[in-house]
């Protein structure tokens, strides 16, 4: 589906916020989490305590203005959710959301929530690369949400680590480890049963709270304002075992031939037809005792699965793809960069593109550069140029719309 063109509000489009975002090096501090190194963050807080963070990103413009998030909101392959605390009762609807069908911007206590804004904009993408000391495989999306004053989605707690990053107006955050986390059973939204917060702090525009899994938690507006959402996948033990069945299913990997049909040349006849025979359970089961796989079938599973795009992503080919000569002579001036859908993760001998798996060796020294900052310069292009399998394969993924030439635009 084509998409419309967004409306950025005025100052957004400095180069700072625009050049690639290389990913923050483990040992280095920085304001973004406090003047604490990734590495140090990690050791302390990722998945143990939160942390607020004052002037994390100092100067921060929202992504997109509201009037652009409104707009996104009414596209139907964007998740978007709106959550109205009107007359102190909980309502929750689901987008699209056409313009007329929000509330009036002057009306107290409701709440817009967009998800996956990094797949439609590239000021949001850029924000989300920030985050880059976190494995990709970990990344899921950023979240906008836009709140009238009093607006909120009411005290919850949520299965995943987030940063919660202030980028407009002022929202009064009150949090706490409690342990009770017993849902209300009469609404629509997940809203703790009790909530006991320990610490209540109002971020303003550059503020961020880091929180990990499970701390209850309740974010106000004060005043119009605005809020992204870091947030972090984390596969269920029943959704891995289940997606990796299928993926050792599918690619046939299984021990034994998987052909094979089932046998049953002994089988009596029976008198009670609907029993299932005994001879059945035991003949599947030794068939499943035969399925094996290795850590390299693992590692090929997560690669595939997690560089998979989410069912609404589109990738966008260009409508007038240029020749690879042309290609060339572009990126040879301007670089490459991976599109903001793209998913590009490796692994010690393999890479995983948008679900796609290839093996690394022959591509191994610049893919893995590409992967890692998502850019290639085009001083680096340039030394790569004369090996036409490497241009021919950027070509390629330039034409499928995986790879854009140039910087951010
Ligand atoms: C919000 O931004 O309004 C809600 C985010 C959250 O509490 O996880
Ligand atoms: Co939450």
């Not at 303003?204 to 996948?233: K, Q, W």
């Not at 089988?267 to 089961?285: D, S, T």
Request: one cysteine or more; proline letters at 8%; charged letters at 25%.
């Amino acid at each position: 589906m084509p998409k419309r063109p967004l409306e950025h509000p005025p100052g957004t489009a400095s180069a700072r916020n625009l050049s690639p975002i290389r990913p923050p090096l483990p040992d280095t501090p920085i304001a973004l989490l406090g003047n604490l190194t990734p590495a140090q963050f990690m050791r302390r807080y990722w998945q143990k305590k939160p942390l607020l963070i004052r002037k994390a990103i100092p100067d921060i413009v929202p992504p997109l203005s509201r009037d652009a998030l409104f707009e996104l909101a009414g596209g139907d392959d964007v998740e978007s959710r709106l959550i109205t605390h009107f007359r102190n009762r909980w309502q929750l609807e689901h987008g699209p959301f056409a313009p007329d069908e929000l509330p009036p911007v002057k009306q107290r206590a409701w709440t817009l929530l967009v998800q996956g804004v990094d797949l439609h904009d590239d000021r949001a993408r850029a924000l989300l690369d920030r985050f880059r000391f976190v494995p990709d495989a970990r990344l899921d999306d950023l979240m906008i949400s836009y709140a009238t004053d009093g607006g909120g989605v009411g005290a919850h707690f949520d299965s995943y680590d987030v940063f919660l990053l202030q980028v407009h107006g002022k929202r009064r955050w009150r949090f706490g480890a409690q342990r009770d986390l017993s849902l209300r059973e009469d609404l629509p939204l997940k809203v703790l049963q009790h909530f006991e917060p320990e610490e209540e702090w109002v971020l303003e525009p550059g503020d961020m709270l880091y929180l990990p899994p499970h701390i209850a938690h309740d974010g106000v507006a004060e005043g119009e304002c605005m809020t992204c959402s870091i947030g972090f996948r984390a596969p269920s033990t029943q959704e891995l075992t289940g997606q990796f069945l299928y993926h050792l299913a599918e690619r046939s990997d299984t021990g034994g031939d998987v052909r094979e049909l089932y046998r049953d040349p002994k089988q009596p006849a029976v008198n009670h037809p609907a029993q299932l025979p005994v001879a059945l359970v035991e003949r599947v089961g030794s068939i499943l005792a035969k399925v094996s796989w290795d850590a390299r079938a693992v590692s090929t599973f997560l690669g595939t699965y997690l560089s998979e795009p989410k069912p609404s992503v589109v990738f966008d080919p260009p409508v007038r793809p240029l020749t690879e000569t042309r290609f060339i002579e572009r990126a040879s001036k301007n670089g490459v960069r991976l599109d903001r859908k793209s998913i590009l993760l490796y692994d010690a001998r393999f890479y995983f593109l948008n679900g796609e798996e290839n093996r690394l060796a022959g591509v191994k020294k610049w893919l893995i550069e590409l992967a890692d900052s998502r850019f290639m310069s085009a001083k680096r292009f340039v030394t790569l140029s004369d090996d036409s399998s490497v241009t021919a394969l950027l070509h390629e993924w330039y034409c499928a719309g995986w790879i854009q030439v140039g910087e951010l635009a």
